[in-house]
């Protein structure tokens, strides 16, 4: 597999690279019919991407497999929108990575006789409340006495713009991810406004998330110091006066949590900055 180069792509699969990070995103989202039969134990990531190269500027994919209390087998495929795309053609993505993860099954076992249960989750950050069918049905144009006969699904939608930030998520560490993807797509205005609960959230949860929000605001252009400081209680940052100077977020971040390089060791916990 390629090297992941999307900022996005990295944010969303390191996240759920741990299987009590991806089995929170699962217990809190899933209808709660869905959640209830799950087995206590937590969901093991299967390795790899289902998303074709072309699109993975728009898309990220996390696949799981679980048990559910009855001991059948259930898979939960996880797809992420990060970049503006034909939202209401996102199930024509889901039904493909769905179909090349059964593809992948059937090669690994030639003798097959049934296929897991698979169950799609899609979570989305546009800038634009999510307003589309969830489901794939919607994409096909057939006669009423034609559609009990089609391929159909259905798929949750974890539309995170509407979702106040501190209600993203219970667990510490998928709340400070979700609101780092949460608003790695929105205006630079809206970035700073949340700045602050971006931190609070980070420093609740240094471990992994931090490093992770650093590379994936790279790709923001930088802001003047000054918008910062014109809503904030202070003019200063913590390395003097801030005047018009263009900063990186990455470098605004490691200012005001002391933390991700510099002076001291990357990662190690953080304390408020005095001043602020």
């Known amino acids: 597999m ?11 699969r390191t996240l ?14 899933l209808p709660p019919e869905v959640s209830r039969l799950l087995a206590p134990e937590p969901p093991q990531l299967v390795d ?27 898979c939960f495929y996880t797809l992420i929108e990060h970049k503006s795309y034909k939202e209401e053609k996102v199930g024509w993505q889901i039904y493909r990575g769905i179909s090349a993860f059964f593809e992948q099954k059937t090669r690994e076992n030639a003798q097959w006789n049934r296929l897991p249960a698979v169950m799609a989750l899609l979570v989305y950050n546009g800038g634009r ?25 259905r798929y949750p939608v974890v ?20 609101m780092a993807l949460k608003y790695g797509t929105r205006d630079p205005e809206s970035q700073m406004a949340a700045l602050d609960q971006i931190v609070d959230a980070l420093i609740e949860a240094p471990e992994l998330l931090l490093p992770v929000l650093l590379y994936s605001v790279d790709d923001i252009p930088p802001f003047e110091c000054r918008a910062y400081a014109a809503g904030g209680p202070s003019h200063q940052t913590r390395g003097g006066s801030c005047h018009d100077v263009p900063i990186r977020p990455r470098n605004f971040i490691q200012r005001q949590t ?19």
């Not at 589309?132 to 057939?142: I, K, W």
């Not at 539309?159 to 979700?178: F, M, S, T, V």
Request: aromatic share 10%; charged share 20%; with cysteine.
């Open 48 to 74: 790899g991407t289902f998303v074709e190269e072309t699109l993975r500027p728009y898309f990220s994919d996390r696949l799981f497999e679980a048990k559910t209390i009855s001991g059948k087998p259930i």
């Open 159 to 178: 539309d995170l713009g509407p979702i106040p930030n501190r209600e993203l998520a219970k667990h510490a560490l998928l709340r400070a991810g979700l």
């Open 129 to 153: 409340e999510w307003c589309f069918p969830n489901e794939f049905l919607a994409l096909v144009d057939a006669d009423e006495a034609l559609i009990p006969w089609q391929i159909n699904f």
């Open 2 to 12: 390629n090297e992941i180069s999307q900022p996005h792509d990295r944010l969303f």
């Open 16 to 29: 759920l690279s741990t299987p009590e990070t991806a089995g929170a995103l699962l217990r809190e989202y």
């Open 258 to 276: 002391g933390m991700g390089g510099g002076n001291g060791a990357p990662g190690s916990p953080p304390g408020r900055p005095t001043g602020r």
